[in-house]
């Protein structure tokens, strides 16, 4: 079955820790997001890539960083200078190369990120 | 720049009831709307989308939404509520080469 996959569920990290979170797709979509997801904030774009070897920052991308480096693959660092980072961050795709976005987004089920 | 705002951050309806959880949207140009659902611990679903057809659109588990340019509104109903519809719903608009999503809006139904 296509569909985003994200890993790991569940991260427990230390602070001052960097920490990568994983995300494939098999659905051949060439757009893919990071959002980051904050109870009573909905979601905020953190970065996006509409083409392999390239990508943009969102709207919070301080204390975050991306790679690339093939279409399948998105993975998001979130740094040691992310100063609140225990979050839900959530990977999505959408078909070509996202703009105009007529099309529809395609979701991870999430990864939850706790900073101890 | 586009943005939506979903009114109340939280609503509760008894099952059977009418569910209407409400959306504005702020567009400069003809915008692209969208609902999303989002089930406990799990990414977003898109449940109907306006790409400026017709005004009414119909969704998935017996949703639908009613885009209404005067208003500047997104509403989303269902006539008679389940229990399984309890989640959080998202609005979302276009916005150059991304979607920009509302705060979101918790449904609980009670039985």
């Known amino acids: 079955d296509g569909g985003i996959t994200q890993s790991p569920k569940y991260l427990f990290r230390k602070e001052g820790q960097n920490v990568t979170l994983s995300c494939e797709q098999n659905l051949n979509h060439d757009a893919m997001y990071w959002y980051r997801q904050d109870p009573g904030q909905g979601l905020r774009l953190i970065y996006y890539?509409?083409?392999?070897?390239?990508?943009q920052k969102g709207d919070i991308a301080e204390g975050y960083s991306v790679s690339r480096e093939k279409k399948e693959s998105f993975p998001l660092t979130v740094t040691s200078a992310q100063k609140n980072p225990t979050a839900f961050y959530l990977c999505?795709?959408?078909?070509?190369?996202?703009?105009?976005?007529?099309?529809?987004?395609?979701f991870g089920e999430g990864s939850r990120l706790t900073v101890l | 720049a586009q943005s939506v705002t979903q009114l109340g951050s939280h609503v509760s309806v008894s099952e059977g009831a009418l569910v209407l959880l409400r959306c504005n949207y702020s567009?400069?140009?003809?915008?692209?709307l969208f609902w999303y659902v989002q089930y406990p611990n799990q990414g977003l679903q898109l449940l109907l989308k306006?790409?400026?057809?017709?005004?009414l659109v119909k969704g998935i588990n017996g949703f639908e939404a009613e885009f209404k340019k005067s208003e500047t509104s997104f509403h989303l109903t269902k006539p008679s509520a389940h229990m399984s519809d309890a989640a959080e719903y998202f609005c979302?608009?276009?916005?150059?080469?991304?979607?920009?999503f509302g705060q979101g809006t918790r449904l609980t139904i009670n039985p």
């Open positions: 567009s400069s140009v003809p915008p692209y």
């Open positions: 890539s509409q083409i392999v070897n390239d990508f």
């Open positions: 999505a795709s959408t078909m070509g190369d996202g703009l105009g976005l007529t099309g529809e987004l395609f």
């Open positions: 306006y790409t400026s057809a017709a005004t």
């Open positions: 979302a608009v276009t916005s150059p080469q991304k979607l920009v």
